[in-house]
C-alpha cells in the first residue's frame, strides 16, 4: 500500500514537471511570436506599411466624360462613350510569347510584335506596356473572362459622332487625348472637358475593391445645346453639296440664320469631313476648312444692298430715283469703265440693284461718298469678327479711308477692294430682314451641367444701324431682284422671297490677273413681310454667276427650311414661276478697277479683331405702346409692326378684325400682339 | 477480455503450467498429438462489472468552476465575434458597394451606347437613304394639305384630283 502511494506520488511529479515543461515551451514560443510581432509592426512598421499599401491599396483614376454636344431639339451631334483600354506590367508577365499569342488572338493585334516589345519593356526594367487602347465591349468581355493577372484595364472615353459628317465644321473633332483640336470641340473644349476624379481603394488578393478610402468624384463636362437644326443643316449640306458638284465648285458656303434672334441654324461648308475618321490625306485636311467663318472672298455685286443702303440713309434717294448709267460706260477719275454686261442708260435706283448696274452702284456710291460708305460697310459689321465661338473666324478685310484710292470708292460700292465671309454677309442680310437691327450671331443656346440646371447662353443687344423705313425699303428693292432682277432662280413657291445676287472674279496671284472663275453667291431672307429665315450662299471657283450656282440653293433650302419652322405660306403655291434666262443673272462685277487682293491682304486691317470670348450682355426687347392693325391687311400688319419693333402673330387671314393686348397698351418685353384676320 | 492483473501474474501461471506438464510426462506420449501452439496455455475471459449503484460524489465547486470557465469561454468568444463583427459587415459591404458600383458603370456605359446607337439610326443620312431605297418621293405641292394648327383642326384626307 505504502509502495502504490510511493508511485503516485511520483507519477503526480512527473505529470506537473511535464507540464511545467508544456508552459515553458509555450511561453517561449509565445515570447518568439511576441518579439517577432514587435520587429513587424513597432521597429519596422513604415517599411512593412508600405508594402502592405502597395500590395493592398490602389488609386484608380475616374475619367470624367465629355460633355455631349446636342442640336437645339436635344439630338446628339457629339458624345462620347466609355471605353476601356489594356495595357500589362511586362514584370509580371510569365512567359512573353504565350502572354503576346494569348492578348493577340483576343484583341488581334500582331503577337510577335507584341512579343517583342514585351521582351524590351522587360529587359528595360519598365512596368507599364500599353497593348491597345480603347477596346470594344466584346474584347473587353473575353479578355476579362481570362483574369490574367498580370492585364490591367484603363478607363478612358471615347468620342462619337453619330450624324457622321453632318455639321462638322461646327462641331468639330478632337484628338486621341480627347482634347478639342477643331470647331467647337475646340473652342469650348474647357467646358466640354470636365474635371477628372480619382479613388483610393482597398482589394483584395483578387484585386476586388471592399472599400473606397479617398474618393474625390469626377466632374462630367457640360453639355451643350447649340442653335443648330440637325434637320436643316441635313438639308443645307445636301442641296450646297449638290450645287458644288453640279457646278464643278470648288468650295462653298451656307448659313441659315433667324433674323431677330441671330441664332445659326445652319451653318454648311462644301467639302465636308467625317470626324469619326483621322485625317489621311492634304485633301482631307483642305476639307476640314470652315469656309463660312475662316475664308473671306471678295463678295461682288451681294455688296451693293449695303451701298444702297446707305445710299437710302444719307442721301436723298429714293427707289424712284433715276440713275444715271451712261450707257454702260463710265468715265470714273479718268478710267473709262464699262459695264460687264450690256449697257443701260438710265435706271430707277431700284432697278440698279434688280439688275445689278455696276456703273449705276459706282454712281450711288459717289452719292454717298467715301465717308459715309466706309461708315456704312462698318455699321454693318464688316471689318470685324461676328464674335461666333468658331476658332480662326476671319475678321474679313476692310481698309481704313486714308488707304483708298482714287478709284476704290467704285470699287467698295460694288463688292470690290473689300472681303467679307458669308457669315458677316448673313449677319448683314439680316440686319435688313428684322428691321434695321444688327444682331450678333448665336451659336450657343444653352450649357448644362450633369445634374444641373440649364444655363442659358446670355445674347448680345442687338444695335440699330438703319432706320425701320430703310430696312423695309430695302426688303422691297431685295424683293425685285428675285420678281425681275438676277435673282429669278431664287423665287420661292408659297413664299415671298427678297435676296441679291452676286459673282466675284477671282484674282490669280500668279498670273496677277482675275480670272473667269467666279465667287457666285447669293443672299436672301424669306418671306418678305415677316421674314423667318435668312439665308447666304457662296460658291467658290465656279464658271457661272451667282444668280445661276447660288440662287437655285437658296430656293431648294428656304423652302424646306419654311415648311420646316411651319411658316405660313404667304403665296399660292401653285404660282407660275417666271421665266429664267441665265443670261440676265450677269452680275459680275467690274474687277479691273479694284486693287488686287494680294496688296488688300498686306495693307492693314481698320478694324482691331475681337476675342471670341468678348462679354455679352442679355437681349433687350423692344417696349412700347401696341399701334392699331384694325381694319388692315396682313401684309401692311406686318410692316407695321416691323417699322414698331412690335413682334406680332397672325391669326387667319383677311382683313384685321381684333388684337390682343388693345391699341394704345404698353407692350411688356416678351410679349407678343396676337392679331386675328377674317 | 484478458486484464492486465490476468496478463502480468505470469509466475503463477508458469507454475500452474509446470504442474501440468508434470502431469504429462507420467503418461505415455501420444505420438500423433499436436505440438501446443505459443502461449495456448493463456485463457483470457470477461469480467462483468457492474456500476448501476456507484452514485457520483456532487461537487459543486468543481461544477461552478466548470460552468464558469464555460462561460467565460463564450463570453469571450463573443465578445471577440461583437468587436469583429462591424469590420467583417463592412467588408461585405464594400463588396456590395463595388459590386454595385460595377455595375452602375455598366449601365450607364449601356445607356450611352444605346443612345448613340439611336442617334445613329435616326440620322437624317440614314432616313434619307431608307427614303430613296424605298422610292418615297416629296408629295407634288397640290396634294400637300395644310392644316390651321391654332384652330384644332384634325388631319383630314385630302381628295387628290
Excluded at chain 1, 518568439?32 to 514587435?38: E, G, K, P, S, T
Amino acid at each position: 500500500m505504502r509502495g502504490w502511494q510511493r508511485g503516485e506520488e511520483s507519477e503526480g511529479a512527473r505529470t506537473t514537471n511535464r507540464l511545467v515543461g508544456l508552459a515553458l515551451v509555450a511561453l517561449v514560443w509565445a515570447l518568439a511570436i511576441l518579439c517577432r510581432l514587435v520587429y513587424l509592426q513597432i521597429a519596422n512598421h513604415k517599411t512593412y506599411q508600405e508594402i502592405a499599401d502597395r500590395q493592398q491599396h490602389r488609386t484608380f483614376k475616374i475619367e470624367a466624360a465629355r460633355g455631349a454636344i446636342l442640336d437645339r431639339c436635344g439630338r446628339p451631334l457629339a458624345l462620347s462613350l466609355p471605353v476601356e483600354s489594356v495595357c500589362i506590367n511586362p514584370l509580371r508577365v510569365p512567359d512573353p510569347t504565350l502572354a503576346a499569342g494569348i492578348l493577340g488572338g483576343v484583341l488581334g493585334v500582331d503577337r510577335q510584335d507584341l512579343a517583342a516589345r514585351v521582351e524590351r519593356a522587360k529587359a528595360s526594367d519598365a512596368g507599364f506596356l500599353w497593348v491597345k487602347r480603347k477596346i470594344t465591349p466584346e474584347e473587353a468581355e473575353r479578355l476579362h473572362s481570362l483574369k490574367l493577372e498580370f492585364v490591367e484595364f484603363r478607363s478612358e472615353s471615347e468620342r462619337h459622332y453619330p450624324d457622321g459628317s453632318l455639321a462638322s465644321h461646327v462641331v468639330g473633332t478632337v484628338d486621341f487625348q480627347e482634347r478639342g483640336n477643331l470647331g467647337l470641340e475646340r473652342s469650348l473644349d474647357q467646358a466640354l472637358v470636365g474635371r477628372p476624379g480619382s479613388v483610393r481603394m482597398l482589394t483584395d488578393v483578387q484585386q476586388r475593391g471592399i472599400e473606397s478610402l479617398a474618393t474625390s468624384a469626377a466632374e462630367p463636362g457640360a453639355s451643350i445645346t447649340l442653335s443648330i437644326d440637325e434637320r436643316i443643316q441635313f438639308i443645307v449640306e445636301r442641296e450646297l453639296q449638290a450645287a458644288c458638284e453640279l457646278r464643278h465648285a470648288a468650295s462653298g458656303s451656307a448659313v441659315v440664320m433667324n433674323p431677330y434672334t441671330g441664332e445659326i441654324l445652319a451653318l454648311a461648308s462644301y467639302p465636308s469631313f467625317d470626324p469619326n475618321r483621322p485625317p489621311q490625306t492634304e485633301a482631307d485636311q483642305a476639307a476640314r476648312f470652315n469656309h463660312p467663318v475662316s475664308v473671306p472672298f471678295e463678295p461682288g455685286s451681294v455688296f451693293k444692298i449695303i451701298t444702297l443702303s446707305a445710299a437710302l440713309e444719307t442721301t436723298s434717294l429714293r427707289p424712284e430715283s433715276p440713275i444715271n448709267c451712261g450707257g454702260g460706260t463710265l468715265n470714273l477719275f479718268g478710267r473709262v469703265i464699262h459695264e460687264a454686261k450690256r449697257g443701260y442708260g438710265t435706271l430707277s435706283f431700284a432697278d440698279v440693284l434688280a439688275k445689278s448696274s455696276n456703273i449705276g452702284a459706282i454712281q450711288i456710291g459717289l452719292k454717298v461718298g467715301e465717308k459715309n460708305l466706309l461708315e456704312y460697310v462698318r455699321r454693318f459689321g464688316f471689318g470685324k469678327r461676328t464674335g461666333i465661338p468658331l476658332p480662326a473666324e476671319s475678321s474679313g478685310t476692310v481698309r481704313d479711308l486714308r488707304l483708298w484710292g482714287k478709284s476704290s470708292i467704285g470699287s467698295v460700292a460694288m463688292g470690290h477692294e473689300i472681303s467679307t465671309t458669308a457669315l458677316q454677309l448673313a449677319q448683314a442680310c439680316a440686319a435688313i430682314a428684322n428691321g434695321g437691327m444688327l444682331v450678333r450671331p448665336r451659336l450657343i443656346l444653352k450649357r448644362q451641367r450633369p445634374g444641373g440646371k440649364p444655363q442659358n447662353e446670355p445674347a448680345e443687344a442687338p444695335r440699330r444701324i438703319l432706320k425701320p423705313e430703310t430696312a423695309i425699303t430695302m426688303r422691297q428693292l431685295m424683293e425685285g431682284v428675285v420678281l425681275h432682277g438676277t435673282g429669278k432662280a431664287a423665287r420661292l413657291p408659297g413664299y415671298t422671297s427678297g435676296g441679291k445676287t452676286g459673282s466675284a472674279q477671282i484674282f490669280d496671284p500668279v498670273t496677277r490677273r482675275y480670272t473667269h472663275l467666279y465667287n457666285g453667291s447669293f443672299v436672301g431672307f424669306a418671306p418678305v413681310t415677316n421674314p423667318a429665315v435668312v439665308i447666304a450662299v457662296t460658291l467658290n471657283g465656279t464658271k457661272q454667276f451667282g444668280g445661276v450656282v447660288a440662287a437655285p440653293v437658296f430656293k431648294s433650302v428656304g423652302v424646306e427650311v419654311l415648311r420646316l419652322l411651319d411658316v405660313p405660306r404667304d403665296l399660292p403655291e401653285t404660282a407660275p414661276q417666271p421665266a429664267f434666262d441665265p443670261a440676265e443673272t450677269n452680275d459680275v462685277a467690274i474687277a479691273e478697277l479694284s486693287t488686287p487682293p494680294e496688296d488688300l491682304a498686306a495693307a492693314p486691317i481698320a478694324t482691331s479683331p475681337e476675342t471670341i470670348a468678348a462679354p455679352a450682355n442679355t437681349v433687350v426687347l423692344a417696349a412700347g405702346r401696341v399701334p392699331s392693325f384694325q381694319g388692315k391687311t396682313v401684309r401692311a400688319v406686318l410692316e407695321e409692326s416691323m417699322a414698331a419693333g412690335v413682334p406680332v402673330d397672325v391669326m387667319g387671314s383677311g382683313v384685321a378684325q381684333g388684337q390682343a393686348p388693345p391699341p394704345g397698351a404698353f407692350l411688356q418685353p416678351g410679349e407678343r400682339v396676337r392679331v386675328q384676320f377674317q | 477480455m484478458a486484464t492486465l492483473a490476468a496478463i502480468f501474474r505470469r509466475p503463477e501461471a508458469n507454475a500452474v503450467a509446470a504442474e501440468a506438464q508434470r502431469e504429462n510426462w507420467n503418461r505415455q506420449p501420444d505420438p500423433y498429438q499436436l505440438r501446443p501452439l505459443p502461449c495456448e496455455d493463456v485463457y483470457f475471459y470477461c469480467k462483468k462489472v457492474d456500476n448501476s449503484r456507484v452514485v457520483r460524489e456532487a461537487d459543486p465547486l468543481s461544477r461552478r468552476k466548470c460552468w464558469r470557465a464555460a462561460t467565460l469561454s463564450l463570453g469571450a468568444a463573443a465578445f471577440i465575434m461583437i468587436l469583429m463583427l462591424p469590420d467583417a459587415l463592412g467588408m461585405i459591404a464594400g463588396y456590395q458597394i463595388h459590386s454595385l458600383e460595377r455595375e452602375r458603370d455598366r449601365l450607364a456605359q449601356e445607356c450611352a451606347r444605346l443612345e448613340l446607337e439611336e442617334a445613329t439610326l435616326l440620322s437624317p443620312q440614314r432616313l434619307q437613304q431608307m427614303a430613296q431605297d424605298l422610292r418615297l418621293v416629296d408629295p407634288d405641292p397640290a396634294h400637300v394639305v395644310y392644316l390651321n394648327s391654332g384652330s384644332g383642326a384634325l388631319a383630314l384626307n385630302a381628295p387628290t384630283k
